[in-house]
């Protein structure tokens, strides 16, 4: 798993991931990138101008905060999502570190009892606005290792568990292995590979 890393980030870079100005943008883009493109998120975040802190969205009217993240589709659900959130991180006064404080596994549970949360986006908060280490499983981290000839096991749980016990407890390995991830499925990993210039071809079964 860490000779995956190590090829990754040699072909393409640190990739300094999460995008944001701020840990709590971070939280929003989190909610706000289910189900969309990131291009989208962007307008989304884009349109909140400097107006983006958790004081706003737990004033602001429904409407309102439908109108703003319209772009990143499902607006409705999500801003149920974003009240939802910003009602979770009031219980620390909107103060992150006093979050931080908070022992990782604790927080996990907190905010998958959040409306709207899952384990995806829960461990995305974690691990980039929080600081914890929880490697984040998604779509592409699936599609990847099934291709390169990993039997995977259907709960997410497991799977991090599995990628957990492989790679250092690195925060800053995490993020990067993760980022890394989706930048070679955008790149050759695509639903329909592009499997000429991969740096995981050599050692690629392709199970396609």
Known sequence: MLEIF?????????????????????????????????????KAICNFGDCLSPEYIAKASSEELARIIRPSGYYNQKVLKLKALTEWYERYEYDIDKARQVEGDLLRQELLAVKGIGPETADSILLYALDKPFFVIDAYTRRILYRLGYNLPAAYDTLQRQIQANIPQDIHIYQEFHALIVEHAKRHCRKNPLCSGCPLEERCPQRI
């Open 6 to 42: 190590n090829t990754l980030l040699n072909a393409y870079g640190p990739r300094c991931w999460w995008p944001a100005q701020t840990p709590f943008e971070m939280m929003v883009g989190a909610i706000l990138t289910q189900n969309t493109a990131w291009a989208n998120v962007e």
